[in-house]
């Protein structure tokens, strides 16, 4: 395998975009005028202008004694630990308002 060392890039005047990783099963890191991509594998961490997206990948929040309060898998299931504070909204055909939680079946 071969191994490089880059020391320092310096861009000035001009927009270009940096990639570091060359095979397909590698992590990537690419940099450029809008946004930062960090990928392992078919996973993406993007960082732009909009916020943070995760595409095909989960997300982990660990507590103390590295515990597990927040997940999101890849399917979109929530998991959290913890309490859930909220005066509007539905949840799982409940209706929560600032005076109660009232079933929305009848």
């Not at 071969?2 to 861009?11: C, F, L, N, S």
């Not at 930062?36 to 961490?45: D, E, F, K, P, T």
């Not at 995760?54 to 660990?62: A, D, E, L, V």
């Amino acid at each position: 395998d071969e191994e490089e060392t880059i020391e320092k890039i310096t861009i000035l005047s001009e927009t270009k975009d940096v990639s570091f990783g060359t095979k397909d099963d590698m992590a990537k890191l690419a940099i450029n005028a809008t946004d930062i991509v960090a990928s392992i594998q078919n996973s993406n961490l993007i960082f732009s202008p909009s916020g943070l997206t995760i595409k095909n990948g989960g997300f982990t929040i660990f507590g103390e004694n590295n515990e597990k309060v927040f997940y999101v898998n890849k399917e979109g299931n929530l998991f959290f630990k913890g309490e859930l504070d909220s005066n509007a909204g539905n949840l799982g055909g409940w209706k929560i308002s600032s005076d109660g939680l009232y079933s929305t079946n009848k």
